[in-house]
Structures are given as C-alpha cells and as structure tokens.
C-alpha cells in the first residue's frame, strides 16, 4: 500500500513569491492535515481538511491557505512568502474518524521550502 | 504557550539498555496521546499510543506510561538498538466533543527528543 505522497521534495522561492506544496493521502483515507516544522521546533499544526472541508487551522496567518480536492488529495498555498516561512512541510492523513475514535496520523515524507 | 513539552533535546544510550524518553503536558482536556518516530529526511512514522483511560500500553520493545495526576508519559525502549537512533516526538489530542469540532483531531506535538544510541 501506498503511504502519503508530497511533491516537490524541495522548493527554493525568493521572498514575496507563492509556493504550492502538494500531498495525496493514503489510499481510503479522507482527512489531510498540514504541519510546518522549522529549524529546531516541533511540529506546528497548519490545516486540517477532511470531505473536501477546511474543519480547522493553526494558529498562522490567512496567506496560508489550501485545499482538499475530490479525490482527496492536498495544496498548501503560501503567498507572499516570508524568510521565516523557510522549514519542512509536512503533511499527513488519517482515516475518518466515527464517534469521535482517534486513529493515527500518517506522515508524508514532506516538502522543505526555502525563501531567499 | 507549550501545551506538550519535551524538555530534553537529546538522550545518549549505550545499546542493549533501556531508552526512556519524557514528555509532560499541560492541557487536562487530553485524552489520547502518542508517540512518532523521525528519521532524517523522512516524515514521522507512528510508533505506539495510549488512551487517557489506560495507565501503561506496550508494543515489543516499546512500552509507554502515563501519569494522568503528574500530567506525564515517558516511553521505554528496551532493549535499545543503533536502529532506534532518531527524533522522537510525542503528541497529545483533545477529546473532541463533536465528531467535527475543531479541533477533533488536531495534534499538538512536542519539539522533540534526539535519541543517539551508541553501539
């Protein structure tokens, strides 16, 4: 089986750019969720989609966006891109929950975004 | 605010003996937590969980302990191998209530523990 899949592996941009990071889920799997892991820091939540639906963000600025399509694949958009957005992007996707039963979130290799 | 606090950046173990790496947090409200594994390069791969309703969970060589009136869990690698060499980071969810409320299942990670363990 498949796991998470992201493209690129690595994206250079100049400051004031967009970047468009990609992420296809475990086949059967309906939520996606983003995180952004900067240079000695922990995994910082960004979005969570589930059913084509934003359902909840992080605590970073609206020029960090995306999507969840169809087939429920992935973008992170981020516009006018900041020295500070430099880090690994991780995404990562989960079955649907019933009830509320947790399962685990598994991890894209990641996409590490570097603004000059 | 750190709700989920590794506060050891690193932990060096000579193999064959025992790892444990501590994790503490703040918020009562979880009520399941876990622990992932990262090697270089490579995404976070799941490791083991607990749910707040257990006490201990363990998996092989991997055992982790929660202490609910402490706000703490700590996980046991035994024996430890050159191949556990990696940053370990744990996670916490809050019991979400609804289904699809916000923050249903949303992780909030740990900064993480780099695990060196010396053959």
Not at chain 1, 37 to 57: C, K, P, S, T, V
Request: neutral net charge; glycine residues 8%; aromatic residues 12%.
């Amino acid at each position: 089986e498949a796991g998470v899949t992201q493209s690129p592996t690595h994206l250079i941009k100049t400051r004031g750019q967009q970047a468009t990071l990609r992420c296809s889920p475990i086949s059967g799997h309906t939520s996606v969720y983003w995180y952004q892991q900067a240079l000695g820091l922990g995994l910082q939540f960004l979005l969570w989609y589930d059913e084509g639906e934003e359902r909840n963000r992080g605590n970073f600025p609206p020029r960090f966006s995306g999507r969840q399509f169809p087939n429920y694949s992935s973008e992170l958009n981020v516009n006018a891109l900041e020295l500070e957005d430099s880090a690994l992007y991780l995404c990562a996707s989960s079955p649907a929950g019933i009830g509320g039963v947790s399962y685990e979130q598994y991890f894209g290799p990641g996409t590490r975004l570097t603004v000059t | 605010d750190q709700q989920v606090k590794q506060n050891s950046p690193s932990l060096s173990v000579q193999e064959g003996r025992i790892s444990i790496l501590n994790c503490d947090y703040t918020n009562s409200m979880f009520d399941y937590f876990l622990w992932y594994k990262k090697y270089p390069a490579e995404g976070p791969t799941f490791l083991i969980s607990i749910s707040s309703i257990k006490d201990k969970n363990e998996d092989g060589r991997f055992t982790v302990f929660l202490n609910k009136s402490a706000k703490h869990l700590s996980l046991h690698i035994v024996p430890s191998q050159p191949g556990d060499s990696a940053v370990y980071f744990c996670a916490a969810r809050t019991f979400p209530g609804r289904l699809f409320s916000g923050s249903a299942r949303q992780l909030t990670f740990g900064s993480g523990t780099q695990l060196t363990v010396l053959p």
